[in-house]
């Protein structure tokens, strides 16, 4: 109970930020008439006293109606982030006044006849303005976003390497990432996504990591439907950080542990093969590659280290190509690239492309770039390359603004 000794200044908090925003809606309001200056300024009050409520009764949701939890936790998060970003213009405007009043003070108190009307410095109305278009705009992006989850998009790559031998020239890979079972509410959509894979005609089918967010039992009655994954070469996979269940509550170490068990379980039911800390050969046409796969291993310290590559690389080194899954890509950085210069093509998820950001031809931006050097898409250093996987689910807020959920085909060339 300690930890809700201190709730109250939630509420107080979020009426002086509202308090704050109102400043931008009475100065753009101002030169409205008094019946419209009334509705715009009741409506405000109506709808922040509505979220201020709603926020308040947060907690009892999560307990009660699960199926809002992601929902509701977002319209209302999104709400009061933009409004911080109105704020944050409103502050801007406010440290200009502040500097054009006391430089009308000097120039009073050095005899100046120029100086400020003692009616004080009116708020700008075009900041103010531009502060809740912005507002509005990340709002309504994050709103429309909810939409986007399900809306799985195909990228198409061919990657050149030129130790590959012969016979797997022409070879279709599809990584897949991110799954995150627990959030999934809509069968019939992840099975859609699961026949766009299956459409790809793939060679090789390999999950980087993450398929669930917590615990095993998540995965339910997506297990069938992730068993309709097949290729000729096999569906490979590997762990991210959320399938050790680090992120929940357990009674010991052992029921954690089971956990896990049932994780590992549950994909071999599915058909694919688990790689922890070890490699398999691919064979075609006479000629073989290695598949490496480690556990997860990350280059920051908020993430453990599970991954042993030493392992998994012992005994590959006579194979001509090497391709690795790691779910976390900061392990290509710190330690692929850096000692085992031979592995050709790492393949990675985990930033999801933190479901926030843009894309276009030949520019993409995320606030994940921040954090993570290699996030969405192809990096190259050399004769190495690796990909990350935009994510095939999502976690946290529920839908994709700009970065959408990702099926990759790789034809290696």
């Known amino acids: 109970m300690r930890s809700w000794r201190y709730i109250w200044v939630v509420p107080i908090l979020v009426l002086i930020l509202d308090l704050y925003v109102f400043q931008a809606i009475k100065a753009v309001a101002q030169s409205a008439s008094p019946r419209l200056r009334s509705i715009v300024c009741g409506g405000y009050w109506m ?47 406010d440290v200009r006044r502040a500097i054009q009043w006391l430089a009308g003070r000097l120039l009073a108190v050095s005899g ?106 998540e995965v339910g009655d997506y297990q069938s439907i992730f068993s309709c994954l097949t290729a000729p070469l096999g569906v490979f996979s590997t762990l991210g950080n959320h399938d050790y269940g680090d992120y929940s509550w357990w009674e010991n170490a052992e029921s954690k542990k089971a956990n896990l068990d049932h994780l590992m379980r549950i994909q071999q039911e599915m058909g694919w093969r688990l790689l922890m800390n070890e490699h398999v050969v691919l064979e075609r046409g006479g000629e073989q590659i290695a598949l490496l796969g480690v556990e997860n291993w990350s280059a920051r310290s908020r993430f453990p280290k599970y991954g042993k590559l030493d392992e998994a690389y012992a005994g590959a080194e006579k194979y001509p190509f090497k391709i690795l899954m790691s779910h976390d890509p900061s ?34 931006w995320s606030p994940v770039q921040y954090i993570y050097k290699e996030w969405a898409g192809l990096y190259e250093e ?24 990702e099926i990759t085909v790789i034809e290696l060339a």
């Open 382 to 405: 050399g004769a190495q390359k690796l990909y990350v996987n935009r994510g095939f689910g999502f976690i946290g807020y529920p839908g994709r603004v700009g970065i959408m959920p």
């Open 112 to 217: 100046s006849t120029i100086g400020t009307s003692g009616e004080g410095i009116p708020r700008s109305v075009f900041m103010s303005w531009l502060g809740l278009g912005v507002g509005a705009g990340i709002y309504s992006s994050l709103l429309h976003g909810l939409s986007n989850k399900y809306k799985y998009r195909v990228r198409r790559l061919r990657l050149a390497f030129d130790k590959l031998p012969a016979s797997f020239k022409g070879l279709r890979v599809v990584q897949i990432s991110d799954i995150h079972t627990g959030s999934l509410k809509n069968p019939v959509a992840v099975q859609r996504g699961i026949d766009m894979v299956m459409a790809e005609k793939p060679d090789l089918i390999l999950f980087t990591g993450d398929l669930v967010n917590d615990i095993a039992l």
């Open 47 to 93: 709808v922040s006293v509505i979220a201020l409520v709603l926020l308040c009764f947060l907690p009892y949701m999560y307990r009660r109606f699960t199926w809002m939890q992601g929902y509701a936790f977002f319209v209302l998060i999104g709400f009061y982030l933009a409004k911080l970003l109105v704020a944050g213009f409103l502050v801007v405007d």
């Open 331 to 364: 392990h290509w950085d710190a330690q692929v690239r850096k000692d085992y210069p031979d592995i050709d093509l790492t393949l990675s998820g985990h930033t999801h492309g933190m479901q926030f950001g843009l894309e276009m031809p030949g520019f993409k």
